[in-house]
């Protein structure tokens, strides 16, 4: 167990409202990462971050924001929800201690009507 | 572009060895590590490495553009889905779109 949380578990909204997804570590970690996960495609990078409020952009940016103010936490926004953000989300952390891998939250199933 | 290739199905009977393959066209790749998914629940590491590693009944092979797991007496449990991920920096981890393991009876 790493420690990771995502909230919520799970949300259905419709198409041009705002989300926002939470992940949540205890261990005060510096790197965390958002991650989209669609059939055929794997897990896609969206944004991550290397400390609290330095951000950069992953594969599939666009129409995503991210803000971290505290280190045990890192958002992911939606400005304006479309179909095609309906998706699992998942949250990573990749300890100091451990410079190459990653531990996943379990998930956030997102379904934009 | 830089891309991990994965077969989408594999089908195993049980007690038997069976291996996962993956190749990539990852520059600068120096990174291999093995996922583990079951739908609903957090990509699990199973074992990583620049070389041939095992943790318990998981064993990885590696090459400079490829690796393979193997798992070993393989179990109806064990259904479920594998990525193969590379990395090459510090952010850069290219995942691999998951082979599912069918485990027949």
């Known amino acids: 167990d790493a420690g990771i949380t995502q909230s919520p578990r799970h949300k259905v909204t419709e198409t041009g409202t705002p989300v926002t997804l939470r992940c949540h570590q205890t261990e005060n970690h510096r790197y965390m990462y958002w991650y989209r996960q669609d059939p055929g495609h794997g897990l896609r990078l969206i944004h991550y971050s290397y400390g609290v409020k330095d951000t950069d952009k992953g594969e599939v940016s666009d129409g995503y924001s991210v803000s971290r103010s505290k280190t045990e936490d890192f958002l992911l926004t939606l400005e304006s929800a479309t179909s095609s953000q309906t998706s699992v989300y998942f949250c990573?952390?990749?300890?100091?201690?451990?410079?190459?891998?990653?531990?996943f939250g379990p998930g956030t199933r997102l379904t934009v009507l | 572009k830089d891309q991990v290739f994965q077969p989408s199905t594999v089908a195993s009977s049980e007690g038997a060895v069976v291996e996962i393959f993956c190749n990539h066209s990852?520059?600068?790749?120096?990174?291999f590590f093995w996922y583990l998914h079951f739908p609903g629940c957090a990509p699990r590491l199973l074992v990583k490495?620049?070389?041939?590693?095992q943790q318990g009944r998981y064993n990885m092979t590696y090459e400079r553009f490829s690796s393979s797991l193997l798992i070993l007496q393989v179990r109806e449990a064990d259904a479920a889905v594998y990525y193969c991920?590379?990395?090459?920096?510090?952010?850069?981890?290219?995942f691999g779109t998951g082979t599912r393991l069918k485990v027949l009876a």
């Open positions: 990852v520059s600068n790749a120096y990174n």
């Open positions: 490495g620049s070389k041939p590693s």
């Open positions: 990573a952390i990749r300890p100091d201690r451990d410079a190459d891998t990653q531990y």
């Open positions: 991920v590379c990395t090459s920096g510090t952010y850069k981890y290219i």
